[in-house]
């Protein structure tokens, strides 16, 4: 294995998860430099290896067996394939553990009792072991036990009620954010719980829900309802507390307008030609342009109309007016802001077309520890002789005779 000089080298994660939640908070562990173990099912793997197409492309440029879904959250990992439903695949499971720092996992709650391999299970024989599970609400709780999607959790947990416009249906994101929002905070419990084990020597389990992660980023609204015990109703693409503050037509499209202060309100009335609504009695302070918006904004919508897109983002950005384009995903990674911020990467992969794989790169920038991309999301299996001879010491002998038995 390609040795990571990140800031989490050295720790090592068995991964229990797929889909995309578990997933999410691994990849970025790896991305971090630790060595993450993804256990998969024999011949079957990771759901999400099925999710397509697309398909990655292989060397004779036919569709191979990792879709984009699977592709986009399981880079820097190990696959290895072990049966856990088989007695020995759960002595293959705990020897590993021998080696490992985390372990993560996304089972319904319970369902890794029966394998031996739940927290209750480990803990007195891995007193050190950091434990992640996800779960769709939470390891306790009356809907403990239920099965949790993304979907549910957008829906159960608010955010489709306040997302949409007005006189429309309830909205979900365009992708699962509450599955990516709860890998990213399992995420950073477990960088908590090893800083812990590491002053103390005491693991610790990590109890992260899809519902309580989308009620988490429920944020200003949420505690706006708190304060006014008012429903909040869906704004399209309005804010809140804060006007104007949305999306805007345009002679040729659309623009977002994020006016943040005062200051920036009087220079976007002086830029279009408005400079009256600066100082209107109704819409000097932000307070009262929220207070009068239904007022206020079809009289700057009207005025946005008159100009294309890029007259308004290109002289407003130039006054220190937040301005921006609505770009598609083409314009996005064309932008030269994100190709300079390396958000499109390319791994090299010698089974797909081309030799490389292109990836969505990983936001964190460090001065000292970059983050590095060691490895392309794996084949299904790929790793585990690597492995189980690294770590456990299987000959070849030991391995076949594995594989006869269909453990791994």
């Known amino acids: ?45 990771d759901d999400t290896r099925k999710w397509g197409p697309p398909y990655l492309k292989d060397k004779d440029g036919n569709d191979s067996a990792e879709s984009g879904y699977f592709l986009a959250s399981n880079r820097n990992k190990r696959s ?41 299970s480990l803990k007195g024989e891995f007193p050190g072991l950091i434990y992640g599970s996800i779960s769709g609400f939470g390891q306790t709780g009356p809907y403990a036990s239920q099965a949790g999607y993304d979907f549910l959790a957008q829906g159960q947990g608010g955010i489709m009620s306040i997302t949409g416009e007005p006189d429309g249906p309830p909205m979900k994101s365009g992708v699962g954010i509450s599955d990516i929002v709860c890998g990213l905070y399992t995420a950073i419990a477990i960088l908590a719980a090893l800083r812990h084990r590491d002053a103390t020597g005491k693991g ?43 999306l805007l037509q345009t ?64 002289g407003l950005t130039a006054l220190g007016v937040p301005a921006g384009p609505v770009n598609d995903l083409a314009q996005v990674f064309a932008d030269p802001q994100v190709r300079h911020r390396g958000m499109k990467i390319s791994v090299p992969n010698p089974d797909a077309q081309g030799g490389e794989v292109a990836l969505i790169g990983n936001p964190i920038k460090f001065s000292e520890t970059p983050v590095d991309y060691r490895l392309p999301p794996p084949r299904l299996g790929q790793h585990t002789e690597e492995v189980l001879a690294e770590l456990l010491g299987l000959d070849a002998a030991a391995l076949a005779r594995l594989r006869a038995a269909k453990t791994v």
């Open 251 to 314: 002679q040729d499209g659309w623009f977002t307008l994020a006016v943040g202060n005062d200051s920036q309100f009087r220079k976007f009335c002086e830029f279009a030609g408005c400079a009256a609504l600066a100082d209107h009695e109704r819409f000097r302070t932000n307070s009262l342009r929220v207070k009068n918006r239904d007022e206020l904004m079809p009289q700057i919508e009207a005025v946005t109309r008159t100009r294309t897109t890029d007259h308004w983002v290109k």
């Open 1 to 45: 294995m390609t040795p990571s000089s990140g800031p989490l080298s050295g720790v090592r994660v068995l991964d229990l998860t797929r889909i995309l939640a578990g997933p999410t908070c691994t990849q970025l562990l790896g991305d971090l430099g630790a060595d993450v173990i993804k256990i998969e099912r024999p011949g079957e793997g």
């Open 204 to 246: 610790q389990h990590i109890d992260l829900a899809l519902l309580d992660t989308t009620v988490a980023w429920l944020v200003n609204v949420g505690v706006d309802h708190f304060l006014t015990g008012k429903v909040p109703k869906r704004i399209g693409n309005a804010h809140w507390n804060i006007v104007p503050y949305q």
């Open 80 to 120: 290895v394939t072990v049966d856990i439903a088989a007695p020995e695949g759960q002595q293959l499971v705990r020897r590993l553990l021998e080696h490992c720092d985390v372990l993560v996992q996304n089972f319904k709650p319970g369902g890794l009792a029966k394998y031996g391999l739940d927290y209750e």
